[in-house]
């Protein structure tokens, strides 16, 4: 049973900007913390951005710092994330999940590719 769902990927200019949706069924994501995680060829998946369970903190890894905003509407059941100023090198399988992440709670993840 799938509690989490990525949505929103694609192809984009580098320059260009995307809102990534993550989608929660079963379940409510209230009063969970949540992050958006990474993984592009090749290498480990990483945290990108993280944003507290009462939503009043957010956490950023530095390459996406003032380019990428994480957000969660409880009410809607979803969290997003928000791309703008996309880089190449944020090609990669972006994956939701509670922070630290649940191994079940992996989903399929949604493909943003960077390119001109």
């Known amino acids: 049973q799938v509690w989490l769902v990525e949505s929103g990927g694609g192809l984009v200019l580098p320059g260009g900007s995307l809102t990534l949706s993550c989608a929660a069924s079963?379940?409510?994501?209230?009063?969970?913390?949540l992050a958006w995680f990474r993984q592009a060829p090749g290498k480990e998946r990483e945290l990108v951005a993280a944003?507290?369970?009462?939503?009043?903190?957010?956490y950023y890894e530095d390459s996406v710092k003032g380019r990428f905003a994480i957000s969660a509407d409880d009410a809607r059941n979803t969290l997003y994330l928000q791309m703008n100023s996309l880089k190449p090198e944020d090609t990669a399988l972006y994956y939701c999940?509670?922070?630290?992440?649940?191994?079940?709670?992996w989903g399929r993840g949604t493909q943003v590719t960077v390119s001109s």
């Open positions: 999940n509670t922070n630290p992440p649940g191994n079940a709670y």
């Open positions: 079963q379940r409510s994501i209230a009063k969970y913390p």
């Open positions: 944003i507290s369970w009462d939503r009043r903190g957010t």
